[in-house]
């Protein structure tokens, strides 16, 4: 009895350690990835410098050329984009979280960024609402989508000098 039961934690053991590699390695390889800057596909804007995405992203431009308001789109804690947000504010997770807190109490922002948990949401949401910007793996992009993928100073991800990975 005193075997079976060994037998069975270390088949245990085994199968965390198959889980954490399945989860955590290709995380690991999606930090090196691009992240892609999307936008509804009406919208006029086709480049963002990095000074305006940031400005965007901290709700310090809450409109777009021609008036449409802003809807900002982002990730949940953890996603690779959300990561790629926080370098790009300079921020923590708590800092950020703290900040849009603030923004809303003050009344600076009517609200803070959208969170949805999938890049299929996302990408919904971007279509969707008229001023909608959000961030999203490049190799999450595909031909014929019905999105348009911003460039950022100039390039567009998977161009070198690219400067959000």
Do not use: C
Request: proline share 7%.
């Amino acid at each position: 009895m005193r075997r079976h039961s060994m037998r069975r934690r270390s088949s245990t053991g085994l199968i965390f350690v198959l889980l954490a590699i399945v989860i955590l390695v290709p995380r690991a390889e999606a930090q090196d990835t691009d992240v892609a800057v999307i936008v509804n596909p009406n919208s006029a804007v086709t480049n963002l410098s990095l000074a305006d995405l940031r400005k965007i992203f901290a709700g310090g431009k809450r409109s777009w050329p021609g008036g449409t308001r802003v809807k900002i789109i982002v990730r949940p804690p953890g996603s690779h984009e959300r990561i790629v947000l926080l370098r790009l504010l300079g921020m923590s997770e708590s800092e950020y979280k703290q900040y849009w807190a603030a923004q809303v109490f003050r009344g600076d922002a009517d609200e803070e960024p959208v969170n949805l948990p999938s890049v299929g949401m996302v990408k919904e949401a971007a279509k969707t609402f008229p001023g909608a910007i959000g961030l999203t793996d490049a190799r999450d992009i595909k031909p014929g989508m019905d999105l348009k993928v911003l460039k950022v100073d100039g390039r567009l991800p998977g161009d070198p000098g690219y400067p959000l990975h």
